[in-house]
């Protein structure tokens, strides 16, 4: 048997799979849970851009034809939504274009891990030529909305997105490393309480299901296997259940790296929150070694994963940003049609955040930016949030406007005059906290940069 017809027949095996499990013993379990809904998620790290860096040398050097692959598997497995890592927006936008009528998926949101000159030009004329940049992207089948992601403390950015395929369901990627998985746990769980819906949560984690960094994203009903078991997370994963019935539960599944002279391990997961989903989900991890000219389309297999869903969210239109502060850039303010548009960014205060900051992003720390504060902000990435009907600005040292202490509270046609002038040509606009309240921008706080 030739390994394409190969592939065929594990397809089919892995959606029968979905049907009908089988246990350890042969007997045949019962069928998953009647549900709402099931999810088909794909999550790739698919090494876009380094692709003939060190240990990658049973990786193809060519930056088209995993795409070319990718979009091949995708329409064949047909996924609703799909969660990429280390890739260039010029491969997104030809991957969207490949899938075209076969099996047609929306550029959702891409998040910039930062500019990356190595990135191919288009390939095609014919494809979206709308991104620029490296790092995540989300396609999903139909329209989605962007969200503002929650702010984890991890090195590079997250990408967060409402799906209309269910309601209220959010869906979001990270590529992020072991030490960063806790606070990565804690900033998803304060969200996911403060948006309501379901959430599917993917990517590329840099650990190991039994590392203690992992306690809390997985459930505090899946064991850990360590002691003490100490999991308080909120996430199911796919592929957990350690018997046909799925009552037992464990941290586990298919090694996903594919690194030559490399022992397996599971770096790339998929989960899905326990308060919408079952417990038991399918998983897959799929190699593509000989796949691109004889060599392996990435040193990651791709991970596909099936959940069930056993209730959705809310209908109707739901808030894309949850209450609390959040920092960026404000680049337009419309006071008429009740609007903010900003772009998320991390502002670093305190000698040592903006020391540790500084080091991660190899930023000298004698320069002035990491004296008084820094500011990392990988991309782009416009989101337009809603005004509340009584929004208030507090700016610093606006001109034509005084009060008996700065920063003045000023009129939001003002504010946005400002907005303007700071986002005009290649400048990023007013950096600011907002303050959200019941998902609106209740007051944009002015950040003095001296």
Known sequence: MNRSTSRILGALLVTSAVLAPTGCDGAEPPEPPASVGTVKVLTYNARGLLR????????DGDRWRFVDVLAERIAAERPHIVLLQEICGTQVDELAHLLGERHPMT??????????????????????????????????????VPMVPPDTGARFGTGCVRWSGQPGLKACVVHTSAEEAPGVGRAFAAWHAALPGPLILGGDFNAVPTDREMDLLYSDRVPSGLEPDTGSGFLYEADMCADPDCRTLARGGEGTLARSQQPDAKFDYLFADHD?????????????????AGRACSD???????????????????PIVADGR??????????????????????????????????????DPVTEWCHDYYVRNRGREDLVLPLAPDATARLYFT???????????????????VAAERSAGDLPGLLSHLVIRGGQVATIEHIYTP
């Open 107 to 144: 550029v959702a949101t891409v998040a910039d891990d930062g500019a990356q000159r190595n990135c191919p030009a288009p390939r095609t004329a014919a494809a979206d030529q709308g991104h620029r940049g490296y790092g995540k992207a989300i396609l999903t089948v139909g329209p989605a």
């Open 399 to 417: 001109p034509g406007v005084t009060c008996a202490q700065e920063p003045c509270t000023v009129p939001l046609t003002r504010a946005a005059a």
């Open 326 to 363: 959040i920092s960026g850039y404000v680049r337009r303010v419309d006071p008429e049609a009740g609007t903010l548009t900003f772009d998320p960014a991390q502002v670093f205060t305190g000698a040592e955040a903006i020391a540790r900051a500084c080091a991660e992003d190899g930023v």
């Open 276 to 292: 919408h989903f079952a417990p038991r989900a399918s998983a897959n991890a799929e190699d593509t070694d000989g796949d691109c």
């Open 52 to 59: 003939d860096a060190e240990g990658a040398a049973h990786v």
């Open 300 to 318: 990651h297999r791709m991970l596909w994963g099936e959940f069930h869903l056993e209730r959705t969210g809310p209908a109707g239109e739901l």
